[in-house]
């Protein structure tokens, strides 16, 4: 300022020597002529203003990337899953109520509800099956649903389909199937594919599912009705195991 202002002394008089900084505070009092701010300090005001607007755009980018990619609802399910995991890790035989959750796409329920089920639970005697449209509790959380119905279940009963894979209603239940039911009994899930899918075509980090897939055996829904009757069979031999 002193020195792009040096037209100033023929309009004040005495200046800079007679002249004294009123700001910023921490130079307040002191001679003009003796003080030399840089052009950040001289503008701290603005300075300020600039951080609040960065930070600002900080957070706004980072709810936006949260919530794209459902950083809150996987934080919230690890929470679940570390209270799951101080749980013990079979349920005593008393509090098993179904003989298996069936975790399946939205696309393929006419197949789940109107043969599967119907098959299963019109079975002599009948299959007691946990459908999460049907069973699960009204108003809880969909985390604590997919955990209780798992933990009640002796079974876990994957129907795997292109639209399973695709499905984030699904993904979230393969997720917490991929936290607990698999790192402590692969003998658990069944699974059940209702077309040739490869198992490269499960997300990556599903790594576990895939390797079940490659290295267990799996009942496939075979088109000819003459072997259907094989299917339920064997389907319903894996649900008594």
């Not at 921490?26 to 701290?44: I, Q, Y």
């Not at 698999?182 to 059940?192: S, T």
Request: charged share 25%; aromatic share 12%.
């Amino acid at each position: 300022f002193i020195h792009h202002q040096a037209g100033l002394a023929q309009v004040l008089v005495g200046w800079p020597d007679k002249y004294a900084c009123d700001s910023p505070l921490a130079v307040r009092g002191a001679p003009v002529a003796a003080v030399h701010l840089s052009l950040m300090e001289c503008h701290r005001s603005l300075v300020v203003s600039l951080i609040c607007v960065l930070e600002f755009l900080l957070i706004l980018i980072l709810v936006v990337v949260g919530y794209k990619y459902h950083v809150v609802w996987y934080l919230r399910m690890t929470w679940a899953w570390l209270r799951a995991k101080r749980k013990p890790k079979r349920a005593p035989a008393k509090d098993i109520c179904y003989d298996a959750f069936v975790s399946y796409s939205e696309n393929d329920s006419d197949w789940v509800e109107n043969i599967m089920v119907r098959e299963l639970e019109q079975a002599c005697p009948p299959f007691r099956l946990c459908l999460h449209k049907r069973d699960f509790v009204p108003g809880k959380w969909i985390v604590d649903n997919i955990i209780d119905s798992i933990e009640k279940s002796h079974k876990t009963l994957f129907v795997l389909s292109e639209h399973f894979v695709q499905s984030e209603w699904c993904k979230y239940e393969l997720d917490f199937s991929h936290f607990r039911l698999f790192d402590e009994n692969n003998d658990a899930a069944i699974l059940v594919l209702l077309e040739p899918i490869q198992s490269k075509t499960i997300p990556k980090r599903f790594c576990k599912l895939r390797k079940i897939m490659n290295t267990k055996t799996y009942l496939e829904w075979p088109p000819n009705q003459e072997q259907q009757e094989m299917f339920w069979e064997n389907l319903k031999g894996a649900l008594k195991s």
